[in-house]
């Protein structure tokens, strides 16, 4: 079965300082991988997929199938950076399986 | 539409009684989601839909919950007989292809 693990509950940098999120699954096929933010009062939304190798609001993420890890970074935090943040799973059944997700607070 | 509409955003509802959720998808997205979070909890998946396939229900917690979805558009999700433990928010998405989630912003549903 799959699974989405998201070690940090919570996440704490100072603004300018470098952010990585970490993100391991578990899936036997081939997978695609997301990662979703959730600002402040506001709905859940893609941030960016390893299928297009994109940066998005300067994070990155790079799939790495050796250690099934997906980890999320970015090297200068912002303090609206500060979110709720979501690694998502997604296999040939057709849904996603998402981790309990990351708290990350952008301090200044 | 223009996003994922869901309603209503919030509702209080007895023990005991019936709900219904409603989610209107992006229009020609064939995928439809229900999903549930719960506080300081992740994501639990409820229902699946794609096209005119069946329905993947593995999700659903009970036989209390139901969702249909009617001419590959909207759907509802009713939950029957509601228990305190069902408060939480009720995300919806839908998507085309493999190209991510579009999320609704949610029904807040509390069980008093």
């Known amino acids: 079965a799959q699974r989405v693990t998201q070690p940090e509950k919570l996440l704490s940098v100072f603004k300018g300082a470098p952010v990585e999120l970490k993100c391991n699954y578990s899936?036997?096929?081939?997978?695609?991988l997301f990662w979703y933010v959730q600002y402040s009062r506001q709905r859940l939304q893609l941030l960016l997929r390893?299928?297009s190798r994109e940066s998005i609001k300067g994070f990155t993420a790079d799939l790495n199938k050796g250690e099934t890890s997906f980890h999320l970074k970015k090297p200068f935090a912002q303090e609206e950076d500060s979110a709720m943040y979501y690694c998502a799973l997604n296999t040939n059944a057709g849904k996603s399986t998402f981790g309990d997700g990351t708290t990350l607070t952008v301090k200044p | 539409g223009a996003g994922v509409s869901q309603s209503p955003s919030n509702k209080v509802t007895e023990k005991g009684k019936d709900v219904e959720l409603r989610c209107d998808p992006i229009?020609?997205?064939?995928?439809l989601y229900w999903y549930r979070q719960s506080l300081g909890q992740g994501l639990e998946f409820l229902i699946y839909?794609?096209?005119?396939?069946?329905?993947?229900k593995s999700g659903l917690p009970s036989d209390r919950f139901s969702a249909e979805r009617t001419g590959g558009s909207v759907s509802t999700l009713t939950i029957q007989r509601t228990q305190q433990e069902d408060s939480a928010v009720y995300l919806c998405?839908?998507?085309?292809?493999?190209?991510?989630?579009?999320f609704g912003s949610g029904t807040r549903l509390t069980v008093v």
């Open positions: 998405a839908s998507s085309f292809r493999d190209a991510g989630y579009t």
């Open positions: 229009s020609g997205h064939t995928a």
């Open positions: 899936y036997s096929g081939s997978p695609e």
């Open positions: 839909f794609q096209g005119n396939s069946a329905p993947d």
């Open positions: 390893h299928i």
